[in-house]
């Protein structure tokens, strides 16, 4: 593999495979064919890793951006926030700071609304934040994602307007750029997209296909960066929620793996792994190959 490799990762909370049943499955619906064209090129994943319950945020997230089974090192699925345990995992084994040890340089594209990039409050450290700030010291704030070099949360910065943002909204495919422009300046660039998981929760459906025709528009075009020379397009979520309209809380489904671009040939790979754990030795194995 080239060592001008560069990925763009976009992470997207509580969005499991399911029925094909789009009574049931929102994202089979026929109003968003492009989600049903990755979902049904995706690879399924195990996100349930061994461990009675359902799989939750933390643990799930964990898993994936260390390649550990948090859940069976905490003895559960933990949500939300990491506690102190689950935060030294994560300090201590996380994808950006293996990237780094390789000599790459990892990104969280995600902007935070603050002027301080060093600054996060510790109740609202999720598992990226303290992925970012372990191996990277900052995240990226309110001038980079002024400048097209970060994009929030919402993609759209539709939430933005109760916490001081007076600017324009933008669309979809504008902050696929972004996104894209961030990516091509990285080795590797994380993305995380959790509005999937908050309307899965809400159970309601007005919500949920709001939130689904963010992600019918924007991630066609992120999707676009795997079609360039030497770049990768990878998505992977936690555990399965969106999916499932029968109910308000996570699901046992299995999650999508997609893969689109330079390495995503190598199908045998993809089509090894099993649980969230794989996912970070895979992405190594691609920057470590020579």
Known sequence: ???????????????????????INPLRNPRFPNLGKLLDAAHPIDACLGVDGKPQSATGQASLLCGINAPQA???????????????????????????????????????????PHK??????????????????????KQELLSGMAVNHDI????????????????????????????????FTLFEYFITDRAGHSGNPEQVFQCLETLERFLPRAAEFGKEPNQLFLLCSDHGNI?????????????PLIAIGTGAKHDSQWQSLVNLTDITPAILNLYGER
């Open 74 to 116: 905490m003895g559960r699925h933990i949500e939300g926030f990491p506690p102190p345990s689950l935060k030294k995992l994560i300090e201590d084994e996380n994808l950006f700071s293996k990237l780094r040890k390789l000599g790459k340089q990892p990104t969280f594209a995600n902007s935070y609304w603050i002027d301080d």
């Open 120 to 141: 996060i409050p510790l109740r609202r450290q999720s598992v990226t934040t303290v992925m970012t700030l372990k191996a990277l010291k900052e995240v990226r704030h």
């Open 243 to 255: 999916e499932d309209s029968t109910t308000k809380t996570h699901t046992k489904n299995p999650v």
């Open 156 to 187: 759209t910065r539709w939430t933005m307007h109760t916490r001081g943002y007076d600017g324009p909204l933008i669309s979809e495919e504008e902050a696929a750029e972004h996104l894209q422009n961030v990516a091509r300046k990285n080795d």
């Open 1 to 23: 593999m080239s060592n001008e490799l560069k990925i763009l990762f976009l992470f997207i909370d509580g969005f499991g495979m399911g029925s094909d049943d789009p009574s």
